[in-house]
């Protein structure tokens, strides 16, 4: 997929990436979060070859896809998923909803936190389902967080709600994958993939 790639990334950017179908933007982001490993090359993170501590690693990086795994529960433990709700850091989980843009709509619900979201979140909107998407993402405290077409089903309001919540967010670098223009507004740098290469494409905003 990709020939002779060599680029450095600066921590606590937004970084943003299009591309085509099978251009190699899925590919980016398996190799970003060790899920594949380079035939040839190293993937350095100040200096240090990931694949050298794998575990490491992916425990800095959040992901959040385009379609959201939310269990039939309350919005507490979809947020702070797998814990037990005595292990749960409920100081963070308002920051996270706040950062992720959902205390007010938890402020205004009877049962709050304690709503109940139903299978595969039906009980709730596509927004809301994916601001509990982010807001789990980010109660893992990571240095990383991957967009992967996180915001692309969304109507515009609810798209740049979330996408202004998150130039908000401090000590994080975030990787925005995307086949339209419309979240790379919030990106310090957007890069196209094709021909088994990053073009970066100059920002007029």
Known sequence: IYDDLNYNFRKNKIYGFK?????????FINLLTGLLKPNS???LVDGVDINKNIYDWQNKI??????????????????????????IDQDLVKEV?????????VDQLRHGMGTIVG??????????K?????ARALYKKPKIL????????????????????????????????????????ICDEIFEIKNKQFFKISVSW
């Open 19 to 27: 591309g085509g179908s099978g251009s190699g933007k899925s590919t």
């Open 41 to 43: 090359g190293k993937i």
């Open 62 to 87: 959040s992901y959040v896809p385009q379609d959201i795994f939310l269990l039939d529960d309350t919005i507490l433990n979809n947020i702070a998923f797998g814990k037990n709700e005595d292990e």
């Open 97 to 105: 909803l706040y950062q992720s843009g959902l205390n007010k709509f």
């Open 119 to 128: 299978e595969k979140g039906v009980k709730i909107s596509g927004g809301q």
């Open 130 to 134: 994916q601001r509990i998407g982010l």
């Open 146 to 185: 991957v967009l992967d077409e996180a915001t692309n089903s969304l109507d515009h309001d609810t798209e740049k709600s979330i996408l202004d919540s998150l130039v908000k967010l401090n000590d994080i670098t975030i990787f925005l994958v995307s086949h339209h223009n419309a979240p790379f507004y």
